[in-house]
């Protein structure tokens, strides 16, 4: 059966534990591995805008012994409306996976009921899911363990940054914390399905509306940009969201180790300090760079169990 990664619960805590593990090897490795040899074609598909996502996919795919065909929806048929369903049809027959960062959820979907390979979700407005592989594998380099430990994220608690947190850091385990205001709290559908992962994984979810209890003790503390891509209302963003912004002050109350995440592109003196980001406490390089070897085995991994 084809696999897809629509969202961070499309794998299992185990099947992220391996992708994990092999995008460490890769990391290695990063000549070793050549699923793609022939070389085989991924589609990397945008609807919006892009750098890190991008870059990692096409040299990851290279890397894998593949050839990505980067497609800008605005240059494509699919910019002037052609169906998704059509450019799946089409895609499917040529391709050997297809990558994709869109708008709705749905519109992934569609694509991946369509598609007879493995349909990967590139940042959708609901979930960010590749990136938050990268974190995960990011903070195993740095603290060495991702069970048990805190992940606290600050900010727009609404966006698919704090979604993907959720899913991901609830199926490794892990005590997430979500920091944001009544407005900007999560989607409950999804914190609810983050509850019940982590009740199975011995990890745990919480939302709440202090910045500072949410980041007492933390091992990790993250955020993302106010304003995601297609949203609007930038001031009153800002106005609301002040209160959470990952300063100094806020890293005192974490844990005196404590890792610095931003998925970027980042704003700083907004959602994130200067100080905080190019500090000794930031990974958020190495963060950037695991995009490509978390991408990498995430590709054969869904290439391999199909
Ligand atoms: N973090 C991330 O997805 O960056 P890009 O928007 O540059 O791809
Ligand atoms: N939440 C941000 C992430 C960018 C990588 C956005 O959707 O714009």
């Known amino acids: 059966m084809t696999r897809h990664f629509l969202r961070d619960d499309d794998l299992s805590a185990a099947e992220q534990a391996q992708v994990l593990d092999l995008a460490d090897l890769m990391k290695k490795d990063r000549h070793g591995y050549r699923p793609l040899a022939g070389p085989q074609t991924v589609a990397v598909l945008f609807d919006k805008h892009s750098t890190r996502t991008r870059l990692s996919f096409a040299v990851g795919i290279a890397e894998l012994g593949g050839q990505p065909l980067i497609i800008d929806a605005s240059s494509s048929q699919m910019g002037r409306g052609e169906p998704i369903e059509d450019t799946a049809r089409v895609l499917t027959r040529q391709v050997a996976a297809i990558v994709w960062r869109t708008a709705g959820q749905e519109r992934i979907e569609t694509m991946a009921r369509y598609s007879s390979v493995p349909v990967v979700n590139a940042?959708?407005?609901?979930?960010?899911?590749?990136?938050i592989l990268a974190d995960l594998q990011t903070v195993r380099e740095h603290r060495g363990t991702l069970a048990g430990l805190t992940m606290t994220y600050l900010g727009d608690g609404a966006n698919n940054m704090a979604h993907s947190y959720l899913l991901g850091g609830a199926l490794a385990g892990m005590h997430v914390r979500i920091a944001a205001p009544a407005r900007y709290q999560p989607d409950a559908v999804i914190l609810d399905?983050?509850?019940?992962?982590?009740?199975?994984?011995?990890?745990?979810v919480v939302a709440l509306s202090d910045p500072y209890a949410a980041a007492d003790g933390a091992h990790v503390i993250a955020t993302d940009t106010w304003v995601s891509m297609g949203q609007d209302g930038k001031e009153e963003r800002a106005a609301a969201l002040l209160p959470y912004q990952v300063n100094g002050e806020l890293m005192r109350q974490a844990a005196a180790d404590a890792i610095v995440l931003h998925c970027l592109p980042a704003y700083r003196g907004m959602e994130i300090t200067a100080d905080v980001m190019d500090g000794p406490q930031s990974v958020i390089w190495d963060q950037a760079e695991n995009r490509l070897h978390a991408q990498k085995a995430l590709l054969a991994f869904l290439l391999g169990a199909g």
């Open 123 to 131: 940042l959708t407005d609901e979930f960010h899911p590749c990136q």
């Open 193 to 204: 399905r983050a509850a019940e992962i982590a009740a199975t994984s011995g990890g745990s």
